[in-house]
C-alpha cells in the first residue's frame, strides 16, 4: 500500500543517514503493474538490494536464509 510504502522510504532514510544498509522485499503478489512500479520507485533510493517476491513462503525462505 501506500503507506507501507512511505513507512520503508521513512526507514531507508533513516538507515542511510546512520550509514547502515538496507535491504527491502516487495511482496508483490498479485499487485498491478502500476502499483508494483510506485513501490519499487519510492523504495529503490533507499535500499542497497530490492527483491520483487509474488510468493510469501519465498520471502519468508529468504528471511531465514538471511537471518533477519
Same mark, same amino acid.
Request: overall charge neutral.
Given at each position: /500500500?501506500?503507506? #507501507? *510504502?512511505?513507512?520503508? /522510504?521513512?526507514? #531507508?532514510?533513516? =538507515? =542511510?543517514?546512520?550509514?547502515?544498509?538496507?535491504? #527491502?522485499?516487495?511482496?508483490?503478489?498479485?499487485?498491478? $503493474?502500476?502499483?508494483? /512500479? %510506485? *513501490?519499487? /520507485?519510492?523504495?529503490?533510493?533507499?535500499? #542497497?538490494?530490492?527483491?520483487?517476491?509474488?510468493? %510469501?513462503?519465498? +520471502?519468508? +525462505?529468504?528471511? $531465514? +536464509?538471511?537471518?533477519?
Amino acid at each position: /500500500s501506500g503507506h #507501507g *510504502a512511505a513507512a520503508a /522510504s521513512a526507514v #531507508g532514510a533513516a =538507515a =542511510a543517514a546512520r550509514r547502515v544498509m538496507a535491504a #527491502g522485499i516487495v511482496l508483490a503478489g498479485d499487485a498491478e $503493474e502500476a502499483e508494483l /512500479s %510506485r *513501490a519499487l /520507485s519510492t523504495l529503490r533510493p533507499h535500499v #542497497g538490494m530490492l527483491v520483487v517476491a509474488r510468493d %510469501r513462503d519465498y +520471502a519468508a +525462505a529468504m528471511m $531465514e +536464509a538471511l537471518r533477519a
